[in-house]
């Protein structure tokens, strides 16, 4: 399948590496010539990828769009095919959004930085291929194409502690995504026609067993990157240990990547597996809420605290996901992108804090508002943002997630009762620890660690960073539809397609989960005889 | 013209906004050269736009019918969420209070502030505050009310921690936005069911389905119940009533708004939802508890308090219960109309105590002393403020309270009581207090103490003659009884409670002798009310601790088990790794050896095998 309109996908996953090939030929005088190229560069993506979505993307449409496909390999059924709908356009646009911002957040990095802007510049390009990638294997490969910078960024610039966080971080996440590579494979054997092509891998009828599999298989994978609870405690350690504009990509962008793959594997490809998840999809973003926020609440680390809240909200995203409801559907995908927003603009701050202070511990940092105000303005923007305060984008996100999982027939009442209190008393929990740290690091008198002659308070660069992310978080706060438009066609689609996969195994529309650990149990005995076949 | 202004409605909180927005740059400090004064003079115009538009409104709808008028928000599928606003008497009405009240406490705060260095960010936030109340006077939808109450709870916070290096303010703002916000996330909760049973959520809607719903009685009963828990937050009920006590923490200007009007949004709120609350008996009942206990509660308290500010909110609480009780008797007018005297006579007390703490650089009434007589407009509008609050004479609160106690109190004899007990401790303690400070011989902070310049004077005059001309108002209104309703048994009751009250306090506190009251016994029970019966105690013992608690073991579990279980693989590999680098020790034998005794091992499985 061979477009003849312009390959813009290709040129903008392409434009990053490239321009990252000349960086090492580069006069280095105290980086600032690097710097102002790798700014360049990204601003310059960034504007195509705007101007190339205005151009050819069409709202309407419910399916892929921009498609473009060569054969690369095709002696192992490797294609260089890529498209975007409505679940992958906004995320693009966000990682390009985060990723600029987080070049012109490196302003600070001194020590060898060729080889930084060079392995920001291939985490740009990576970002954008695994969410516009249309073939499984090439998925896999952006996919871990953009773990290794992450594992230098760490281990290079992270620190005290950052070989360790950086060996965790590579250790996790590449054990699983193995396991993306091998459901690939088996997807792409089963029944005989062999491809790694996503659409006709989701239009291949599977056994439901063969599904079940799949999908734990993916969930896995995509349980460590979300992170999932128990998987998720190389997130605080990369954290905190990683350089402020690693960890903006990292909470802003990465961890929607493992969203995206939910949605895009397991929910539409894998949608007969899906009902049985749905329910232990639910419980687990419960549990990240509830742990991760309580856990949030003992930390003294400022990047840690942020990390643990960074899980608690995207458990959010899992009980979107799990909802069976367009509305919760696409909460889940506004929470991602809003989530990229704030905690991008919280660990950002917090590396502006870092880089006056060189703590990050909240026990020694205190009374900072007197000398930085403006810092304090914004990190308390950020932090009404990230405890969803109407009128910012986390409140239509964690909102709609909550008004689509109550109004989801997918579930007893009695479930959904129980979801939502709990997941409500992990809201609760999150101005929590949001205040206390606020509190800790700007209220009061100011601390030892604090009282350096010549603090200055953030610079317009500094300031123009976070007003590029809290504008958007306020605009979508204030009309949602800003972003929901985005992608509204797509999420109506992929969650009828969910629904009929749920009514093709329960024929009857309630399920009555009594013990939703067993969903296929309870699902009654005709699922449970489509079950053995 | 009525059609423009009915169409324009919208502007009324957007002016506010406007204020706060067009402030930012003298609030962060971009523009320096002209001062903060123009941010200032711009809120204040903003403000007499929104006042002057919502009293011509006022003025031109008074007659009509109620009006209704929607704008989408999210609009998807099946849900419409939408900005719905109401355009009545009452609404605009309460419009017309917060922006009027909004006014005046910015001029009073050009006095109050005049040296204040962030006096842009304070204007900015008070737009904001003004623009979050007049929205929720106007607002037609449960969904905007709640937002908005979310507004008004980000802007106590930041209001409370307008003074952010001082140490109490630290926990002040904190337990404000965190008391609140408990009560709105279950309001939200209440919300989000509401939106998935009734299917609507305009306040009018509601009402219709109201009529006709079908619930089972534990359903309504929860539902009810994570309804009022938002109002309780923001009225300072029991048991969410202590951050109003240390929000005094926050420049007094901001309190007069807080204590008159912020807190009387939660009820408006309570009084809008009153319909479905009373689709369960054990709503109201319980409606009708939390007001008693607060009310009761709060009144004693107050007498404890020896902090001017604190003394004057903890009534605010006590009023406000009056006004749940009211609610949780489905008198919706009598909770409107005490909600509107109390509003006036609070803003005019925190006015004149405003007025003091500025001369006195007190907050401490035992410090205070003989101001009656140096600052006589202040002691006025203190005494005209007290006398608004307390049916004494026949001001302003007299005839809510009056009808209070003629139509709720005569109900049941407990109610009655309790409207009493408020009446007469308010007056006793509105006494004490005008005993210390006015009274009596000055003290070192109190004798050179000059009357307040005329931007603090002047709005809080204007608001006296208001208070004064406030029963006017209401006759010309038609909500003012018979004279045969009013001349009755409850009436002499509670004006004999008043003077009691005030009586005693008079006798106590207006004597020259020292109002020290001696002995332990005394002591303790002066501890107990000062400390607020040790409700923070209970806080710390019971939530607190629990989070905090549950923190630390998740914490725990985090590190040493789930992570645990991580490094341990690591340990292990290693381990292995190491233990198993031995084996390789270049001497053929041992290789031989080992080769022999797997091919033994494995000939033996491959034998046993064969042999089964």
Excluded at chain 1, 25 to 50: C, D, H, Q
Excluded at chain 1, 95 to 115: E, N, Y
Aim: aromatic residues 10%; glycine residues 8%.
């Amino acid at each position: 399948m061979m477009s003849t309109q312009f390959p813009w996908l290709t040129v903008l996953i392409l434009l990053p590496l490239v321009a990252a090939l000349p960086i090492p030929l580069l006069p280095n005088k105290y980086g600032r010539t690097v710097r102002w190229y790798t700014l360049s560069a990204g601003l310059i993506e960034f504007s195509l990828m705007l101007y190339a979505f205005w151009q050819n993307y069409d709202l309407n449409t419910p399916g892929f769009q921009m498609v473009e496909s060569y054969p690369w390999i095709p002696q192992i059924g490797l294609n260089w095919s890529l498209a975007v709908d409505g679940l992958s356009m906004p995320l693009v646009i966000l990682s390009g959004l985060v990723t600029t911002l987080a070049l012109l957040a490196s302003w600070q990095i001194k020590d060898k930085p060729r080889l930084f802007y060079c392995l920001m510049l291939v985490m740009y390009s990576a970002q954008i291929g695994v969410f516009a990638a249309q073939d499984m294997l090439l998925f896999f490969l952006m996919w871990e194409l953009e773990l290794v910078p992450v594992y230098l960024l760490i281990a290079n610039w992270g620190g005290q502690n950052r070989l360790y966080a950086a060996t965790k971080f590579i250790l996790y996440t590449a054990a699983g995504s193995i396991f993306i590579l091998v459901a690939a494979f088996a997807m792409a054997f089963y029944g005989g026609d062999f491809t790694f092509d996503m659409q006709a891998l989701g239009d291949k009828s599977y056994s439901v067993a063969f599904e079940l599999v799949m999908y734990g298989a993916f969930l896995l994978a995509f349980g460590v990157k979300l992170p999932i609870f128990p998987l998720h405690t190389w997130l605080p350690d990369a954290h905190s240990e990683a350089p402020a504009p690693v960890s903006m990509i990292l909470a802003g962008v990465l961890l929607k990547m493992a969203g995206y793959g939910l949605l895009r594997m397991n929910m539409e490809m894998l949608s007969d597996a899906h009902p049985y998840f749905a329910p232990v999809l639910a419980i687990l973003g419960v549990v990240n809420i509830v742990y991760a926020s309580l856990t949030a609440f003992a930390q003294d680390n400022l990047k840690r605290r942020m990390a643990y809240s960074s899980i608690a909200h995207m458990g959010f995203v899992l009980i979107g996901i799990a909802s069976f409801t367009t509305l919760g559907v696409s909460g889940a995908l506004l929470q991602m992108i809003s989530h990229g927003l704030i905690a991008a603009a919280l660990f950002f701050l917090s590396g502006v804090t870092y880089e006056r202070t060189h703590t990050l511990s909240m026990k020694k940092l205190g009374g900072m508002a007197k000398q930085m105000p403006t810092v304090f303005a914004l990190f308390t923007a950020g932090s009404m943002a990230s405890l969803a305060l109407p009128g910012m984008s986390g409140f239509v996100g964690e909102l709609s997630i909550f008004l689509g999982f109550t109004s989801s027939d997918a579930y007893s009442t009695t479930f959904k009762a129980v979801v939502v209190v709990l997941a409500a008393a992990g809201v609760i929990l999150s101005p929590i620890y949001l205040l206390s740290m606020l509190r800790q690091v700007f209220y009061g008198d100011a601390s030892e660690a604090v009282a350096i002659p010549g603090l200055t308070d953030a610079k317009p660069r500094e300031a123009f960073i976070a007003l590029c992310l809290l504008i958007p978080i306020i605009g979508i706060g204030l009309y949602p539809k800003l972003a929901t438009q985005t992608y509204d066609a797509t999420t109506v689609a992929l969650t009828t397609q969910a629904r009929d996969g749920l009514s093709t195994i329960a024929r009857q529309p309630m399920l009555d989960i009594e013990l939703p650990f067993m969903a296929p149990t309870v699902l009654g005995t005709e699922a449970q005889a489509h079950l053995v076949d | 013209m009525t059609q423009f202004l009915i169409d324009t409605v919208w502007w009324v909180p957007l002016y506010g906004l406007l204020g706060a927005i067009v402030t930012l740059p003298w609030a962060v400090g971009m523009v320096r050269r002209t001062g903060p004064r123009p941010a200032a003079y711009f809120n204040i115009l903003m403000t007499l736009l929104a006042l002057v538009h919502s009293i011509t409104l006022l003025l031109a709808t008074w007659a009509l019918p109620v009006l209704h008028l929607d704008r989408a928000w999210l609009d998807f599928m099946d849900l419409r969420l939408t900005l719905s606003v109401e355009v009545s008497s009452i609404s605009v009405g309460a419009a017309v209070l917060a922006t009027g009240l909004s006014l005046l406490a910015q001029i009073f705060a050009l006095g109050y502030l005049e040296k204040d260095w962030a006096l842009a960010r304070f204007y900015g936030l008070m737009g904001f505050f003004e623009a979050a109340m007049s929205g929720l006077a106007l607002s037609d939808s449960l969904f905007l009310s709640y937002a908005l109450l979310e507004m008004l709870t980000l802007s106590t916070y930041l209001l409370v921690g307008f003074w952010y290096a001082q140490p109490l303010v630290v926990t002040a703002a904190r337990d404000a936005f965190l008391t609140k916000r408990v009560g709105d996330m279950l309001l939200l909760m209440g919300v989000v069911s509401l939106s998935a049973i009734a299917g609507t959520l305009g306040f009018g809607q509601l009402g219709i389905w109201a009529e006709t719903a079908q619930l089972s009685p534990l359903v309504a009963t929860l539902l009810g119940l994570a309804l009022i828990a938002g109002p309780v937050g923001k009225c300072a009920q029991f048991p969410l009533n202590l951050w109003l006590d240390e929000a005094m923490e926050g420049p007094n200007p901001a309190s007069i708004l807080r204590n008159s009007v912020v807190v009387a949004c939660g009820a408006y709120v309570l009084i809008r939802m009153e319909p479905i609350l009373a689709l369960s008996p054990v709503v109201l009942t319980t409606l009708i508890a939390i007001g008693a206990v607060t009310a009761v509660g709060a009144s004693l308290v107050a007498i404890g308090q020896i902090d001017i500010k604190r003394v004057i909110s903890h009534s605010t609480s006590a009023y406000l219960g009056l006004v749940f009780i009211a609610v949780g008797m489905q008198r919706q007018d009598i909770a409107l109309l005490l909600l509107l005297t109390h509003a006036i006579a609070k803003a005019l007390l925190f006015m004149s105590v405003g007025s003091i703490i500025l001369t006195t650089n007190t907050q401490n009434i035992t410090e205070m002393g003989g101001l009656a007589a140096r600052m006589p407009a202040t002691s006025s509008t203190y005494i005209v403020g007290s006398l608004g609050m307390v049916a004494v004479l026949p001001l302003g609160s007299f005839w809510a309270l009056q009808q209070w106690a003629t139509t709720v109190g005569s109900h049941l004899m407990a109610l009655m009581l309790v409207v009493l007990l408020v009446n007469s401790l308010t007056a006793f303690n509105l006494t004490r207090v005008f005993g210390l400070i006015f009274w009596g011989q000055p003290q070192a902070k109190t004798r050179r103490a000059p009357e307040v310049p005329w931007l603090l004077a002047t709005p809080s005059i204007s608001l006296a003659i208001i208070t004064l001309l406030l029963p006017l108002m209401l006759n010309q209104w038609g909500l003012l009884p018979e004279m045969a309703v009013w001349a009755s048994m409850p009436t002499v009751l509670l004006m004999a409670s008043g003077l009691l009250g005030v009586g005693l306090g008079g006798v106590l506190y207006l004597s020259p002798r020292s109002p020290e009251l001696r002995g332990e016994g005394w002591k303790v029970l002066q501890n107990i009310l000062a400390y607020d019966f040790h409700t923070d105690q209970l806080y710390r013992l019971t939530v607190v601790f629990a989070v905090r608690q549950g923190a630390r073991l998740t914490a725990w579990f985090d590190q040493y088990v789930v992570d645990g279980m991580i490094n341990l693989m690591g340990v292990a590999s290693i381990m292995g790794g190491e233990s198993l680098k031995y084996t390789i020790s270049g001497q053929s034998r041992n290789y031989l050896l080992t080769v022999f005794v797997g091919v033994i091992l494995g000939i033996a499985w491959l034998g046993w095998a064969f042999l089964n």
